[in-house]
């Protein structure tokens, strides 16, 4: 069975940090890209970043360059997203999804996705 399961979610004050993680099942990251995806209550899913199935190219979203780092470690078959200076705004559902071709990440062209992990930034 093909799958991505994130966890590390959870409730964080402002200004903490918290990293997630994306564990692949049934299939290798090792040639997908993958990408890091977030919707918050009310709002349309959104990229927030994404790291090519080369793994030498990373893209952000202006909201959180500078706070989010997006890796991965193919052997562990895992990704992970490093969340610093986190923001009430940084508040949703963070999800995982990966892609099979070498291009950028986008909401309507990624293969497989997770079902979500809840990020929520308040004190």
């Known amino acids: 069975q093909l799958q991505l399961v994130e966890s590390g979610g959870g409730l964080v004050q402002p200004g903490g940090s918290l990293r997630l993680s994306c564990v692949a099942s049934g299939f290798s990251l090792d040639f997908h890209g993958i990408g890091w995806f977030r919707q918050a209550p009310g709002k349309e899913r959104e990229g927030v970043a994404c790291i090519r199935r080369s793994g030498s190219v990373t893209n952000y979203a202006d909201s959180v360059k500078g706070r989010f780092t997006i890796s991965r470690h193919n052997r562990k078959n895992t990704a992970y997203l490093q969340m610093n200076s986190l923001k009430p705004e940084d508040t949703a559902v963070y999800y995982c999804?990966?892609?099979?071709?070498?291009?950028?990440?986008?909401?309507?062209?990624?293969?497989?996705w997770g079902k979500g992990t809840l990020v929520t930034v308040s004190s």
């Open positions: 999804a990966a892609i099979r071709s070498p291009f950028a990440c986008t909401v309507d062209g990624m293969n497989y």
